[in-house]
């Protein structure tokens, strides 16, 4: 089943990173979330893709401390990093 558009260019950012430890960190993210995201959920992911690779990745594994704006279940559940695999 295709994906719409919006979702669609979401999972090639998300996967399409530079480096393939990021790439399965958000990709596997976005995979594993996406079909439960209602718009705001949408606008997170959004704005987490905007983000530099090193500082995402840092949050997840939280290493660093990750700006308010993305406080929250979505965070939460990426900082699991369950949903990762190889």
């Given amino acids: 089943m295709s994906l ?3 979702l669609a260019r979401m999972k090639f950012r998300a996967w399409h990173r530079g480096t393939r430890e990021a790439d399965y960190m958000i990709g596997g993210y976005f995979d594993r979330y996406h079909a439960e995201w209602v718009e705001e959920d949408m606008q997170w992911f ?3 893709l905007e983000a530099d690779d090193v500082d995402v990745m840092a ?3 939280q290493s660093q401390s990750v700006p ?3 406080h929250g279940p979505m965070l939460e ?3 699991r990093i ?3 695999t190889i």
Avoid: M
């Fill in 77 to 79: 559940k990426f900082q």
């Fill in 82 to 84: 369950d949903y990762v």
């Fill in 59 to 61: 949050w997840a594994l």
């Fill in 68 to 70: 308010e704006r993305f």
């Fill in 46 to 48: 959004e704005a987490l």
């Fill in 4 to 6: 719409p558009p919006r």
